[in-house]
């Protein structure tokens, strides 16, 4: 049981640095499009940085994927929602960086921006599952669904499509590391595989008047 709860954490761990790897590869990303120049040595320097950053994030995001469903027990609709996300997002990140190469990406796309913002939340609200009887926990997801929608706002500020990526990044950042300290508390409890006693009700009360 032990065993189960210490890579849980560790899953936690790496799906809190690959998405903070993914606030670096938007980060790099303005600057890649603000300062654009084929020609350029340091505009191919952030070219690299920005793959990197994506490989590397997406590498924790995967390894975290894997962990979090080989120990978290159920919550089948998390990981079913979370493994889809982690693919949704490799393929948007590869077509924003490669957007000056490809002629059907349309990376100021308001369409694509609401899709991928709604999308998005909807994988975040998953994640209530971990422990939907927390009302400290729920009001942390509805934040982190705000700040994800909120994502969409950057198409008509005329901001590509990253600046959704960027803001999902910032919400399961902070999910992430809050799912971290709560637990850490003992605000709340994620069961494992191998947990003899507890056996947890999978309903949200957030809807309950």
Same mark, same amino acid.
């Given at each position: 049981?032990?065993?189960?709860?210490?890579?849980?954490?560790?899953?936690?761990?790496?799906?809190?640095?690959?998405?903070?790897?993914?606030?670096?590869?938007?980060?790099?990303?303005?600057?890649?499009?603000?300062?654009?120049?084929?020609?350029?040595?340091?505009?191919?320097? !952030? *070219?690299?940085?920005? +793959?990197?950053?994506? /490989?590397?994030?997406?590498?924790? #995001? =995967?390894?975290?994927? &894997?962990?979090?469903?080989?120990?978290?027990?159920?919550?089948?609709?998390?990981?079913?929602?979370?493994?889809?996300?982690?693919?949704?997002?490799?393929?948007?990140?590869? !077509? *924003?960086?490669?957007? +000056?190469?490809?002629? /059907?990406?349309?990376?100021?796309? #308001? =369409?694509?921006?609401? &899709?991928?913002?709604?999308?998005?939340?909807?994988?975040?609200?998953?994640?209530?599952?971990?422990?939907?009887?927390?009302?400290?926990?729920?009001?942390?997801?509805?934040?982190?669904?705000?700040?994800?929608?909120?994502?969409? /706002?950057?198409?008509?500020?005329?901001?590509?499509?990253?600046?959704?990526?960027?803001?999902?990044?910032?919400?399961?950042?902070?999910?992430?590391?809050?799912?971290?300290?709560?637990?850490?508390?003992?605000?709340?409890?994620?069961?494992?595989?191998?947990?003899?006693?507890?056996?947890?009700?999978?309903?949200?009360?957030?809807?309950?008047?």
């Amino acid at each position: 049981m032990e065993d189960m709860h210490k890579k849980l954490n560790i899953g936690l761990n790496l799906g809190l640095v690959g998405n903070a790897l993914f606030i670096v590869f938007s980060a790099v990303c303005y600057l890649y499009y603000l300062i654009f120049d084929p020609e350029s040595s340091f505009v191919k320097f !952030l *070219e690299i940085t920005a +793959y990197i950053c994506e /490989f590397s994030g997406f590498f924790a #995001l =995967i390894i975290s994927d &894997i962990l979090i469903s080989r120990t978290a027990r159920m919550r089948n609709w998390l990981k079913i929602c979370f493994s889809v996300y982690i693919v949704t997002e490799a393929v948007m990140m590869t !077509l *924003e960086l490669n957007s +000056y190469r490809l002629d /059907f990406y349309e990376p100021y796309s #308001l =369409i694509l921006a609401i &899709i991928h913002s709604v999308f998005s939340a909807g994988v975040c609200f998953a994640f209530l599952t971990l422990d939907p009887d927390k009302k400290i926990y729920e009001i942390i997801v509805i934040i982190c669904i705000g700040i994800m929608l909120g994502g969409m /706002f950057g198409n008509i500020m005329k901001i590509r499509i990253y600046f959704s990526i960027f803001t999902n990044a910032i919400a399961f950042t902070l999910l992430f590391a809050s799912i971290k300290y709560l637990l850490k508390r003992e605000i709340i409890e994620i069961d494992c595989y191998g947990d003899k006693a507890r056996v947890a009700e999978y309903k949200s009360t957030f809807f309950e008047e």
